[in-house]
């Protein structure tokens, strides 16, 4: 089950990166002023722009596992920060306790990740935290 899971994210990140990444560059020049960016929203966008942001300076290998590993740190660690906003703004208990399970497993995914980059010879990305 969580290999087939797994699967189902390297395959929904690697579909959906390269265009993420493209559009990006689109929305360099938007005026976001319009949009509510208070509260819990501003974080999640927050921790949003700093994943896209990471990824897209980011120095790919051109090795399969090595570049999904590099770029699945940043998009678990957008999770986490996205979690966090919600621990510090959230009132359902139900959700805040399901964004402290989200922490939880994708600190150990990262350490997962790091450590089989670091076994690969390929420098992990710099933590943002």
């Known amino acids: ?26 929305m360099a020049g938007m005026d976001h002023s319009a949009m509510n960016m208070e509260g819990a929203t501003g974080g999640y966008m927050a921790a949003m722009d700093t994943m896209m942001s990471s990824m897209q300076g980011m120095k ?5 596992d090595a570049d999904f590993l590099l770029m699945m740190i940043p998009h678990h660690q957008s999770a986490i920060d996205m979690a966090k906003v919600e621990l510090e703004q959230g009132d359902d208990e139900g959700t805040r306790a ?18 089989l980059l670091k076994a690969m010879g390929v420098e992990p990305p710099a933590a943002s935290n």
């Open 60 to 64: 790919l290998t051109g090795d399969a």
């Open 98 to 115: 399901l964004a402290q399970k989200v922490i939880d497993a994708q600190e150990a995914e990262i350490a997962e990740m790091t450590a």
């Open 1 to 26: 089950m969580k290999t087939s899971a797994l699967a189902a994210v390297a395959a929904l990140v690697m579909t959906t990166s390269g265009y993420a990444i493209a559009q990006s560059d689109n």
